[in-house]
T-cell receptor, first 111, second 115 residues
């Protein structure tokens, strides 16, 4: 059975800190790994990663995939209160044509 | 263009009742997937519909069913509701069957409370 595990489950940081969120996976027929941000209801897409070692960046957020060790990290630098959300990692497997999600990391950024 | 629209946004039912949730995908999107989100289990895949056919189904009992119409709009139905069915039900659409991008566009969800 496909499995995606995220850590930590939650964390609280001060504005300006840098955080690293982790996602490990065990799936068959890996196609891609995706990161979503969920603030209230609808998860919104952040990144899709398919190749090892290639960093994706968007402003203060960046992510990288290690297909050999089966994990990905999401980095957020200079955190802001608006970064407070649940960050979801999901893996797309071509066989089942579905996304398998981790349970998420709840990030709270305080002033 | 308009995003994924789900109705109703909130509803309260009692055990044993049934419920129907509706999802209108982004215009031009042909694939609709449904996910159940609970605090303990996270997002769990329910089913995917493409061109009015169920293409894939998650590990949920037969009380959970769905369908897709010719205009790509989708409904899901839960019969004989149980307390454990209380959850946020998220609909997501994509242009084709989950492609190499695996990118989904989510609606804001329907929050179901079963008393």
């Amino acid at each position: 059975e496909d499995k995606v595990v995220q850590s930590p489950l939650s964390l609280v940081v001060h504005e300006g800190d840098t955080v690293t969120l982790n996602c490990s996976y065990e799936v068959t027929n890996f196609r891609s790994l995706l990161w979503y941000k969920q603030e209230k209801k609808a998860p919104t897409f952040l990144f899709m990663l398919t190749s090892s070692g290639i960093e994706k960046k968007s402003g203060r957020l960046s992510s990288i995939l290690d297909k050999k060790e089966l994990f990905s990290i999401l980095n957020i630098t200079a955190t802001q209160t608006g970064d407070s959300a649940v960050y979801l990692c999901a893996v797309y497997t071509g066989t089942a044509s579905k996304l398998t999600f981790g349970t998420g990391t709840r990030l709270q950024v305080t002033l | 263009k308009a995003g994924v629209t789900q109705t109703p946004r909130y509803l309260i039912k009692t055990r044993g009742q049934q419920v129907t949730l509706s999802c209108s995908p982004i215009s031009g999107h042909r694939s609709v997937s449904w996910y159940q989100q609970t605090p303990g289990q996270g997002l769990q895949f329910l089913f995917e519909y493409f061109s009015e056919t169920q293409r894939n189904k998650g590990n949920f009992p037969g009380r959970f069913s769905g369908r897709q119409f010719s205009n790509s709009r989708s409904e899901m139905n839960v019969s004989t509701l149980e307390l454990g069915d209380s959850a946020l039900y998220l609909c997501a659409s994509s242009f084709a069957r989950l492609s190499d991008t695996g990118e989904l566009f989510f609606g804001e969800g329907s929050r179901l409370t079963v008393l």
